[in-house]
């Protein structure tokens, strides 16, 4: 059997999307690479107070890695810390938690996704900057979806090609896009208002009802290609506002 050949990648700019603790001393690190897509390596050592790997591996923060190995698991040889982006505070940081458990349950491993790469570097400067959180993560989640070729179709009625009735409701089926006929026995689709498309494909989220629609569809859909995969990042922000409810009872 042919020996698989090692790879060596140096200074590639990168985000830590999620590390864990490996063996005593180091970290299996889960990083998002610009042209590379979703690298898995170890960083040996990382955990030791001295090392040059220690307090650099942290998420939402630009870095350059390098690493190398033949295998899905690569070796972690260099980490640096490129600066310039502030780190996400409160509500924004739960934000940048929610995009990096997407990447991490849908993005397959070593697909590079220039534009989705682009685009999460973008929704974390956002964020840090503390932009409006809704339109940054509609965004990220259209961009998700076209990358993984689940491009939502936001202008047209599927089955008749006509072009989207603002007062009219409709099923958006998953594999085709939205259309007035009802699904199929059995079948579930979210119905949503054409209104609420037709901001989804132009930004616009200045209405509070026609922003929690698009919430409720982007969840809906992208709940559907997790295929039963939990995004635990939801779950604490309903833990935090039932506890706000309970302290302002």
Not at 70 to 79: D, I, P, S, W
Not at 168 to 193: E, I, K, M, N, S
Request: proline letters at 6%; charged letters at 30%; glycine letters at 8%.
């Amino acid at each position: 059997m042919a020996r698989r050949e090692v790879e060596r990648r140096d200074d590639r700019p990168a985000f830590v999307l999620h590390a864990w603790p490996y063996k005593e001393t180091s970290l299996i690190v889960e990083a998002f690479a610009e042209g590379e897509g979703r690298v898995a390596m170890v960083a040996r050592g990382a955990k030791r107070p001295r090392s040059e790997l220690h307090g650099v591996l942290q998420a939402f923060q630009p870095v350059t890695l390098s690493w190398s190995g033949a295998g899905e698991l690569k070796t972690l040889v260099r980490a640096e810390w490129r600066g310039g982006m502030p780190l996400p505070s409160g509500s924004a940081l739960l934000c940048g938690f929610y995009l990096n458990e997407l990447l991490l349950k849908l993005l397959p491993r070593e697909d590079p996704h220039p534009r989705l790469y682009a685009a999460y570097r973008d929704a974390l400067g956002e964020l840090a900057a503390g932009a409006a959180q809704a339109p940054v993560l509609r965004r990220f989640e259209l961009a998700l979806m076209a990358e993984l070729g689940y491009a939502l179709q936001l202008a047209a009625d599927a089955d008749t090609g006509e072009a989207i009735d603002p007062d009219t409701r409709y099923h958006y089926a998953f594999d085709r896009g939205a259309q007035r006929r009802a699904p199929p026995p059995g079948v579930r689709w979210p119905l949503v208002r054409g209104a609420t498309l037709i901001a989804l494909g132009a930004g616009r989220y200045d209405d509070a009802a026609t922003a929690a629609e698009a919430k409720r569809l982007m969840r809906e859909i992208i709940d559907h290609h997790l295929e039963a995969r939990t995004i635990m990042s939801r779950k604490v922000v309903r833990d935090l506002m039932a506890l706000d409810d309970e302290k302002t009872e």
